[in-house]
Structures are given as structure tokens and as C-alpha cells.
């Protein structure tokens, strides 16, 4: 076996106990069928491309981004475990290079992500299936985009981790960050009502890219803007993934 | 054959000098002891032979490959266990030891006998359900120790193994790892502050002070070298301030400590040293409760090596 696929295989089994799944199981579910349907009293129909989303569809389907940005929070629970616990020295002097450690902490956040992305869409798909409209381009799009967005929010946890020894402090900034991309992006509201300044904050934020794209991919409305989405994600996720990757590579012991 | 070879190396951190230029030859199939205070180096040494960290000059070779160069290759045939714990804090002592032996590409089959074998060798099979977490320092000490057992290799790094650990397990430890070299022929580098350990378990012994090898040699030969002289300890029955003045006059009689009832002395010569002082404690009229003349120990030639060589440092 590969080093990275048992090092994938170690990362799976210690980060997937029940408290995780039901965090990444029943909280969204919880959104979903709460929240979304208790506010569509408040909130009519949501215009996304050429159609017209139900408020429940238009949340199930940003969950699906949400839910795969707070999967890759593994990535740097791992990391910052792996150095408290003194496992990543272990791991180091055994038959592993940085790299392995690296790429099986990505293809970790991968699968994770693409789980997650899939168990949600499973679940909601009840919600949203009547302005489903997936086409042979959609369905590799959002497999696309679910893991450059997986590597590009797993870089940011990476990033963090590897700043920070504190418990207190890595979880306030965890928390703090992956907050204000859950609740400063589109994956709950449409930036189209939102006040301007806060529209414009909302396309600073990577998470309203994905949640976009997902979307697009999800209600066949894939139109330039999407695509300038994904090349902007790309980017990101790349830049972010050569800082996380040198970070650790520099981590000392 | 020569296990590991350190030429020259050195190794320092901002401006301390953790490593000065040592030289090592250890050979294979031997339990080699590296002793140091604390602070002397003997972890970064470790860290430098497991290809953990790169030197700064010098030259490494690990089991016949260049470490600076081929890191990976020496790392595939090494076991280590750090000094700083390392676990899984979620998983289960017998899942922590299945999935070691998993990441060393174990195959299943082996994976399970090694795990009960592990078990029970280690005396884990009563807490085998517990998780690391919720473990006492001793036992998770145990299952990190037992844990590199579960792959195989040629050459074990321990960094002071027993620490935490009763009497006891430390014992059944170090009987473990004597049978393991005698069967499997595997050589093992092994740090340690009790010297009693290394004097029951270690064939070469190196001691390190302020990044420097002070000696290598057998435990015997150490003793040989160093341990000349005898600790001569004498209890009086009743408090005698003025006894450490009584035996000052005698040649080669070095007083360590007195309290008036006890006193400690070192000798080379200790056979005339003791009639002298049995002489004068007879003249005096003071009555002994008891007397010894032990050979001096590993920690007392440690203790001594380390103060000479912070001695000429200074």
C-alpha cells in the first residue's frame, strides 16, 4: 500500500468518531429542514440564474458548500493534534516524507468533502429536486469545485494550525474564520438582497464561490460568472495550498 | 559490522552549540547506552541519527546509508521511540498498536498476532479496550514502547523508554529488549538518566556532557578506567562533630560529606584508609554501628566524568 493511502487510511479512522458525524450530519439537517422552511415565511422565492428557488432549495444546496468547508476543519484538527499529541515527529521518523503527510491530509479533506457534499445532497435533495437540472458538464463541476474548495479551506485550517500550539487559541481562530466565511457568503442568504457593502464583502469571501458554483452545477445555470467563479477558486485554492505546504514543510520538532 | 557512523558532526540552535563535532561508531547487534545530563545533547543526537533534523557539518551513516542524503531509506529500517509522548488520544490501545502496524505496511495477518503478542508482552490486555486518552503516563509510556514492535527493523532508537514507568514494568522492559537483541540480532540505541538501566542493559556505553563524547566503553571497562577508588561509608553510634578533623590527616582519604554520624569517604587505597580509620576511632573511644566498602557505581563515574569534563570546560 501506498504510504499516502495508509497515511489517509490512519487520518480517516482518527478523525471520524460519532461526534463528527453528527456535527456534519445533524446540523445541516437541522438548517435545512428548520431554518429553511421556518423562514420561508419570511423570505420568498430566492432568483438564482433563470429560475426561481425555493428557500429551502437555495439553503440545501449552500449546505452542501458549508458542510464541505467545515469537513476540511479536520485537516488542521488533525495537524494540530499530530503536533500536541507528539505524532507528528512520530510520523516523520518513520517511512513517510513531509509530502506524504501533506497529500494525505488533502486527499483526506477530498474524500471527506466529497462525503459530506453527497450525504447532503442525498439528504436534501427532497428540497430541492424539482429545479434539479444536472447534465454530464454539472456533475464533474461539482465534484470539481467540492474538492478545490476541500484543499482551499483545508490549506486555511492547515495554515492556522501550524501557527498556533494553544488549544484556546487554535480553536478561537478556527472558529472566528470559518464563522465569518459561514455567515458572510451566500450559502444561507442571496447577496442580490444583502446591502451593498455587505453584497461586496460577501465576494471577498471564497465560500460564496463554491456555494455559487455548487449551485450552478446543482440548477444547470452555469453561466461566465460561474466560470470566472471557479477560475478565481482555482487560484485561491492553489495560492493557499503552496503556503499551507510550505508552512508545514518548515514545521521543526 | 558498523551500525551507525557519525563523523564530525555538529549541530546547533541559534547561537548554542547542541552538537560539537562528535565522532560514534556503534556496532551492530549490541544494546549501545548514550548518557548525558539533561541538556547535553543526547536527544538532538537522536534526532540527528533518526533524520528527524539535518546537521549542520558532518557526516552520518545509518545502517551503511548516507542519513543527509537518503533519510527516507534509513527511516524505513528504523524503529523510534521519542521522548515526548506520542498517541492517538481517540483510539484504543489494541486499534493504536493495529493501526501502527498498518502505517508500517504490516500486513493483517501479522498485525493481529503482533498486537496480542504486544499485549501480552507488555501487559496491556487488561486495558486493550481503553483508550490512549483516558491511560495513565506509565501505560501510555507502554503502549508508545510496545507500538514499535508491531514492524520490523534492524536498529531501535529509545529516548529514555522508562520514564513513568514502576519498577516493575521498567524491568520487564529491559528484559524484553535484552531477548530482543539476542533472537533478532537488532541493535539498539538507547538514552537513559538511570543508570542502573544502562549498567543491566547497555554492551557500549557513551557519555555526552556539553555536546561533546566524554568516553565510549563497556560498563567493566569504565569501571576499570574511572572506578578505582571505593566509597567507604561509616555510622557512628552517637553524634561526633569533630570526627571529619579526626581522619583529615590520612592520606588518600577524601571525605564527601559528614553529619557526625555518618560519614562518606572515597580512596583509592581504601584497605589501609579503613585500618587508619579504625585505629583512630578506637584511640577516641567512639563505638561504630555499622561500616561499608561498596566499589564504586556507574552513577558515581558518571557523576564523576561529567564534573571533570565541566571542570576543564570551565
Not at chain 2, 551492530?28 to 557539518?57: E, W
Not at chain 2, 553524634?239 to 560519614?263: A, T, V
Request: glycine share 6%; proline share 4%; net charge neutral.
Amino acid at each position: 500500500m501506498h504510504p499516502i493511502i495508509r497515511l489517509v487510511n490512519r487520518n480517516i479512522t482518527i478523525s471520524v468518531n460519532p461526534g463528527f458525524l453528527i456535527w456534519q450530519v445533524i446540523f445541516p439537517l437541522i438548517y435545512i429542514f428548520v431554518a429553511g422552511f421556518a423562514y420561508t415565511a419570511l423570505i420568498d422565492n430566492v432568483p438564482f440564474g433563470n429560475k426561481d428557488l425555493t428557500y429551502p432549495a437555495f439553503l440545501a444546496s449552500g449546505m452542501i458548500g458549508f458542510n464541505i468547508m467545515n469537513s476540511t476543519l479536520v485537516s488542521g484538527i488533525i495537524i494540530w493534534n499530530d503536533r500536541r499529541h507528539g505524532m507528528f515527529e512520530q510520523i516523520m521518523s518513520g517511512p513517510f516524507t513531509r509530502v506524504h503527510y501533506i497529500l494525505s491530509n488533502i486527499a483526506t479533506i477530498a474524500i471527506i468533502g466529497l462525503v459530506s457534499a453527497g450525504l447532503i445532497a442525498a439528504v436534501g435533495y427532497p428540497v430541492f429536486f424539482e429545479s434539479v437540472e444536472f447534465s454530464p458538464v454539472t456533475i464533474p463541476l461539482i465534484i470539481f469545485s467540492s474538492i478545490t474548495g476541500a484543499i482551499l479551506f483545508g490549506s486555511i485550517a492547515s495554515i492556522i494550525s501550524t501557527r498556533l500550539r494553544s488549544s484556546e487559541g487554535f480553536n478561537v481562530i478556527i472558529n472566528t474564520v470559518f464563522l465569518f466565511f459561514a455567515f458572510v457568503s451566500t450559502a444561507f442568504y442571496p447577496a442580490s438582497g444583502a446591502p451593498q457593502p455587505l453584497a461586496t464583502i460577501f465576494y471577498l469571501n471564497p465560500l460564496t464561490y463554491l456555494v455559487d458554483i455548487i449551485r450552478a452545477g446543482i440548477f444547470g445555470t452555469i453561466t461566465e460568472f460561474v466560470i470566472l467563479e471557479m477560475v478565481i477558486l482555482a487560484v485561491l485554492a492553489s495560492i493557499l495550498f503552496i503556503i499551507a505546504t510550505r508552512l508545514l514543510t518548515k514545521l521543526d520538532f | 559490522m558498523s551500525c551507525i557512523e557519525v563523523h564530525s558532526l555538529s549541530k546547533s540552535y541559534s547561537s548554542i552549540l547542541a552538537v560539537d563535532t562528535i565522532d560514534l561508531s556503534v556496532e551492530s547487534g549490541q544494546v549501545f547506552g548514550f548518557l548525558g545530563p539533561n541538556g547535553a545533547g543526547k536527544s538532538t543526537v537522536i534526532k540527528l541519527l533518526t533524520t528527524l533534523i539535518q546537521p549542520d557539518s558532518g557526516q552520518i551513516s545509518v545502517l551503511g546509508v548516507n542519513a543527509i542524503k537518503e533519510p527516507l531509506k534509513i527511516r524505513k529500517k528504523i524503529g523510534v521511540v521519542l521522548q515526548q509522548p506520542s498517541y492517538e488520544p481517540t483510539l484504543s490501545v489494541e486499534k493504536s498498536l493495529e493501526k501502527y502496524g498498518m502505517m508500517w505496511n504490516v500486513d493483517k495477518k501479522t498485525r493481529q498476532i503482533r498486537t496480542e503478542e504486544l499485549l501480552e508482552s507488555f501487559e496491556l490486555t487488561q486495558i486493550r479496550k481503553k483508550k490512549n486518552e483516558d491511560l495513565s503516563i506509565g501505560q501510555r509510556r507502554r503502549v508508545q514502547v510496545a507500538r514499535e514492535f508491531m514492524h520490523d527493523m534492524d536498529l531501535l532508537f529509545l529516548d529514555e523508554p522508562t520514564v513513568g514507568l514502576d519498577p516493575s514494568a521498567r524491568r520487564k522492559l529491559l528484559d524484553f529488549l535484552k531477548n530482543k537483541v539476542k533472537d533478532t540480532g537488532m541493535t539498539i540505541f538507547y538514552t537513559t538518566h538511570v543508570l542502573t538501566e544502562a549498567e543491566y542493559l547497555c554492551d557500549n556505553i557513551a557519555i555526552i556532557n556539553n555536546g561533546k563524547i566524554i568516553t565510549v566503553d563497556s560498563p567493566n571497562e569504565l569501571k576499570n578506567r574511572f572506578g578505582n577508588e571505593k566509597t567507604i561509608k561509616i555510622h557512628v553510634s552517637e553524634q561526633f562533630i569533630q570526627l571529619p578533623n579526626l581522619l583529615k590527616d590520612i592520606p588518600d582519604c577524601n571525605i564527601e560529606k559528614s553529619d557526625g554520624i555518618i560519614i562518606t569517604i572515597h580512596s583509592t587505597n581504601s584497605e589501609i584508609v579503613l585500618m587508619n580509620i579504625l585505629k583512630i576511632l578506637n584511640q577516641n573511644n567512639i563505638p561504630i554501628s555499622d561500616l561499608s566498602a561498596m566499589p564504586t557505581n556507574l552513577e558515581e563515574i558518571f557523576l564523576k566524568v561529567v564534573s571533570d569534563s565541566d571542570a576543564s570546560n570551565n
